[in-house]
């Protein structure tokens, strides 16, 4: 999976990984970031359904994840 955004401005990102009992699995802090933003999530966890939270400033959204 590949987090790939155009950012407004310099803005703060990070991610968080959780599974469906909201358990906190991964969490990035990117720092400040402008312009183009690409990264990849190497998820290494067990087969299930998990939620990204990725967060650009004050723009928020989540991505469900499912690994087979």
Do not use: C, H
Not at 31 to 51: C, K
Request: overall charge negative.
């Amino acid at each position: 999976l590949k987090v790939v955004t155009e950012l407004t401005g310099t803005v703060p990102v990070s991610w968080q990984i959780t599974d469906l009992r909201g358990k906190v699995v991964m969490e990035r802090d990117f720092g400040q970031r402008s312009g183009n933003f690409s990264q990849d999530v190497n998820l290494d966890q067990a087969e299930g359904i998990y939620f990204l939270r990725f967060k650009a400033g004050d723009q928020v959204w989540t991505e469900k994840i499912i690994l087979e």
